[in-house]
């Protein structure tokens, strides 16, 4: 069985707290650091890039392909789905596309949103515009309820969906888990930094006892701890509290994960579904 690392390639506090900001230079340090991880565990992963991080740093991006990753879309600015028009949906993703396709040299055919701002209520439209861009799979959909994303009870595995106007594409949810009568998140970000190993670990034992992949997702800036501090000025001390938690201990888990279960590219998970696109 294997599973897929995914990690979205952005600067924490553009993506996080100011759309308009430039991006610092640590995202593509910290995306360095990560390429290293997976260099020493000989794995496979898919970054989904920013627009705005290709943009700034081009040569990431060459380094990312260059060392046989996959590279798909994270779209241009990210602004959260559910805060774009349709329109402004379609520029965004249209953009990011060409960028990564110049910059690659190869088909971008995947996205995630921003924060997994598609769901089942605010972006009716969203699946359908990705699939009229030329977007075949999506790794947008939270499968799970919270408060500012996901799906309550959505299919955990990945799958062929159909869209609001017929559309197939492939949607590939993040790694959850039932656990003490509940689904519960693990995939990544706080979920990830906070629980301990062994409750991750039995995760992705149940992912493969019911025979789908474990998506994990993650972000350079996650390698970063002590990007708190540089930002004391400008991020409120509750803010700097909540989003740094668990990074000290973040490297050490990827680590265990990585040499306890198998990984490889999202779009090597998701052939057997991809070819059965039109
Ligand atoms: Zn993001």
Redesign the pocket.
Known sequence: MRHAITI?V?DWYQ?TFDPNAELSERFERNTMNVLEVLAKHNVCGTFFV?GLAAEKSPQIVKAIAGAGHEVQS?GYG?LEVFKQTEDEFRQDIQRAKKMLEDMTGQEIFGYRA??FSIDDTRTPWALDVLVETGHRYDSSIFPLKKSRYGIDNYPPSPQIVETAKGNRLVEAPVACFDWLGKRRAVGGGGYFRLLPYWVIRKAWRQCEKNGRPGITYM?PYEYDPSEMDAFKDKVSLKMRLHQGLGRKGFPNKVDRLLHDFEFASLKDILAKFLAKLP
């Open positions: 979205d952005e993506s920013l994270h990210h921003p924060s972000h």
